[in-house]
């Protein structure tokens, strides 16, 4: 459970690093800033509102959400603010460049911690996974239709998009992939498949597996959706193969 709070406060950390970085949020963050200059609250207020509302979007698709899914809504937004009031504003290129790299890195630590302490998913995913499992629409495209409307929405409403989205996306999947395996509890490595979780990219793994598990509770049980890799339930060992795990980041 530490390994779980650690990583959400980290993914916190992150985000607002990316904040003072300003060469461009990750896709939700997008949201989030657009919707806190409106609105003047602040981005982490934000954060944990909008985390709300999509929680609430899990009941008509019947997902279920975990210990990790509810933390996640609180403790990443009061991380983020609490990172923002120490860390200063920052000027010149080079250091921009240097804290965006920081964000970018330490967000793959941070999913990697908590996805592999399997508490549940967090609430944007499961809606994604949920919408996925309504629809018999595939992974990846539920993904990018969800990030595409929520870059274009933010950046309208005044979010910072840029350089930084663009890195992101890119380095997002490898970083998390490498970190899970890292911090998989319990010794076991995984072999996750993911890419990207920029807007054109679908950050819980590739399609094409023959089943995966997503998140729908504390990882105490297990979910799988056709064309995805299917994953056992929290200690629990399959016989002869080593368990495989989709990275589910927030």
Same mark, same amino acid.
């Given at each position: 459970m530490v390994q779980l709070y650690v990583g959400l406060a980290l993914y916190g950390a992150s985000s607002a690093l990316l904040v003072r970085a300003g060469l461009g949020l990750e896709p939700w963050g997008v949201l989030h800033q657009g919707l806190s200059e409106r609105s003047g609250l602040s981005i982490g207020v934000v954060s944990i509102v909008v985390g709300a509302v999509v929680l609430l979007?899990?009941?008509?698709? &019947?997902? &279920? @959400? +975990?210990?990790? $899914?509810?933390?996640?809504?609180?403790? #990443? +937004?009061? !991380?983020?603010? +609490? $990172?923002? !009031?120490? #860390? @200063? !504003? #920052?000027?010149?290129? $080079? $250091? &921009?460049i240097a804290l965006m790299a920081a964000g970018v890195v330490l967000n793959g630590v941070a999913t990697g911690l908590y996805i592999a302490a399997r508490f549940g998913p967090g609430p944007r995913d499961g809606l994604m996974t949920g919408l996925h499992r309504c629809t018999g629409r595939s992974i990846r495209l539920v993904r990018t239709l969800i990030e595409v409307a929520v870059v274009v929405t933010g950046f309208a409403l005044g979010g910072s998009l840029g350089v930084g989205t663009v890195v992101y996306a890119l380095a997002i999947g490898p970083l998390a992939q490498f970190f899970l395996r890292l911090f998989a509890v319990g010794g076991e490595p995984t072999d996750e498949g993911s890419s990207g979780s920029g807007p054109a990219a679908g950050a819980d793994g590739p399609a094409g597996k023959d089943e995966r598990t997503v998140g729908d509770g504390p990882r105490g049980g297990k979910t799988s959706v056709p064309g995805e890799a299917s994953v056992p339930a929290r200690g629990t060992r399959v016989a002869g193969r080593t368990p495989r795990r989709a990275i589910l980041p927030r």
């Open positions: 979007l899990w009941i008509p698709i &019947r997902q &279920r @959400p +975990g210990l990790g $899914t509810v933390s996640n809504v609180f403790v #990443v +937004g009061i !991380a983020m603010d +609490g $990172t923002l !009031a120490l #860390v @200063p !504003a #920052v000027h010149g290129v $080079t $250091t &921009r």
